[in-house]
């Protein structure tokens, strides 16, 4: 919808998913090596800072900025996923329990995000979205970065 609202193409619309996925293709192994040389906080990190810049290329509204956002989008998802899986194999003791739970968490908030943000965005309207979705990715990271702080004293 945020695209046909730029003036991009419905025909185009599954191109951001390949836009997406080819990032995360093409990076994947790069930034699972990263974790392992400069650590999964760095990385995670990077993850938030790149879902902020998706974020926020959606909401300046331009349909080059839009195809940008995926991209970013593709680098969020990937970065955070292999920090995440990084984080459970030196963690965690029964790591296939907790992987599956992790992926269960990851799949149910992603339905119930995709829910809420679909409400919002229909009764408020996309700004609001994207205000509300950058909101929570901030607070995300104030999260993360605080609870590794206390982690680390």
């Known amino acids: 919808m945020q695209a046909k609202g730029v003036g991009i193409a419905t025909a185009l619309v599954p191109l951001f998913f390949v836009v997406s996925a080819g990032m995360q ?17 760095c990385i995670m990190a990077f993850a938030y800072l790149c879902g902020a810049m998706a974020q926020g290329l959606l909401y300046l509204q331009n349909p080059l900025y839009t195809w940008f956002a995926y991209a970013f989008l593709g680098l969020f998802t990937v970065a955070s ?15 296939g329990s907790v992987y599956g739970i992790f992926h269960a968490g990851v799949a149910l908030f992603g339905a119930v995000g995709a829910y809420v943000l679909g409400l919002i965005w ?13 909101a929570g990715t901030m607070l995300s990271a104030m999260i993360f970065i605080l609870t590794r702080l206390r982690d680390e004293r």
């Open 122 to 134: 229909e009764h408020l309207g996309m700004k609001i979205v994207l205000t509300f979705s950058l």
């Open 81 to 95: 996923l292999n920090a995440n899986r990084a984080f459970i194999a030196q963690a965690a003791d029964n790591r």
């Open 25 to 41: 293709t093409l990076t994947s192994y790069l930034l699972g090596v990263w974790v392992d040389k400069i650590g999964l906080n």
